[in-house]
Structure formats: structure tokens, C-alpha cells
């Protein structure tokens, strides 16, 4: 059975870091796309970052580019998010997801259930 699970969430203040780690145990991530979302309360989903399946090419939402850095470990089966410099609306919960095709798509194939994010002021 396939199961993405996201970890390393909490709360952090504003300026702060947080590393989320998306792991997958029954789907090997290196033959995959994965994608981050967020999304906060009353708001829509929206993809924060992406990276292809050898972590050569990544893609970063405005919102968070130069704070935020995807990358991948294929042999630990692990893509991580490393998050600096964060702001209170930076605050959601976060989720992984992973597409067979289709870098950098909307859509996933596996997702986690999420691991939520705050950043107090």
C-alpha cells in the first residue's frame, strides 16, 4: 500500500525556519515529479514549489522564491522543502504530492495528508 507522509511542520515565528521532508513507502519518489502545496484557511490550494525526478530542474511560486528551496534525495526516498526567512502568511497546511507525469502539474498521483505550518508575528 502507498502512503506519502509529510513530517517536520510546527510553529516557528516570523524570520524563522522550518525543513519539511516528504517520504513515501511503497512508491520509489526517484521514478516521480513531486510538488508542495499549501493551503490556508479560506483560501485555495496553491503549489509552492516542484522539482523533476532527478532534482535538476525546480520551479518556486513567487510568493516564496528566494526563501524556499525544494530538493530530493532519491536513495534516503525523501524530498525535502527548507524554509527560511518565514511570514505569518506563509502559514498553511502543507502537502506533498507525486505525479508519474507531468512536472510541475496541479495534480498528483499520491498525495500526503499534510503537516501544518504557523508563523506567529
Given at each position: 500500500?502507498?502512503?506519502?507522509?509529510?513530517?517536520?511542520?510546527?510553529?516557528?515565528?516570523?524570520?524563522?525556519?522550518?525543513?519539511?521532508?516528504?517520504?513515501a513507502?511503497?512508491?520509489?519518489?526517484?521514478?516521480?515529479?513531486?510538488?508542495?502545496?499549501?493551503?490556508?484557511p479560506?483560501?485555495?490550494?496553491?503549489?509552492?514549489?516542484?522539482?523533476?525526478?532527478?532534482?535538476?530542474?525546480?520551479?518556486?511560486?513567487?510568493?516564496?522564491?528566494?526563501?524556499?528551496?525544494?530538493?530530493?534525495?532519491?536513495?534516503?526516498n525523501?524530498?525535502?522543502?527548507?524554509?527560511?526567512?518565514?511570514?505569518?502568511?506563509?502559514?498553511?497546511?502543507?502537502?506533498?504530492?507525486?505525479?508519474?507525469?507531468?512536472?510541475?502539474?496541479?495534480?498528483?498521483?499520491?498525495?500526503?495528508?499534510g503537516?501544518?505550518?504557523?508563523v506567529?508575528s
Amino acid at each position: 500500500q502507498v502512503q506519502v507522509v509529510e513530517s517536520g511542520g510546527g510553529l516557528a515565528q516570523a524570520g524563522g525556519s522550518l525543513r519539511l521532508s516528504c517520504t513515501a513507502s511503497g512508491l520509489p519518489l526517484a521514478n516521480y515529479f513531486v510538488g508542495w502545496f499549501r493551503q490556508a484557511p479560506g483560501k485555495e490550494r496553491e503549489r509552492v514549489s516542484c522539482i523533476d525526478r532527478r532534482g535538476s530542474y525546480t520551479d518556486y511560486a513567487a510568493s516564496v522564491k528566494g526563501r524556499f528551496t525544494i530538493s530530493r534525495d532519491n536513495a534516503k526516498n525523501t524530498v525535502y522543502l527548507q524554509m527560511n526567512s518565514l511570514k505569518p502568511e506563509d502559514t498553511a497546511i502543507y502537502y506533498c504530492a507525486a505525479a508519474r507525469y507531468g512536472l510541475c502539474s496541479d495534480s498528483g498521483d499520491y498525495w500526503g495528508q499534510g503537516t501544518q505550518v504557523t508563523v506567529s508575528s
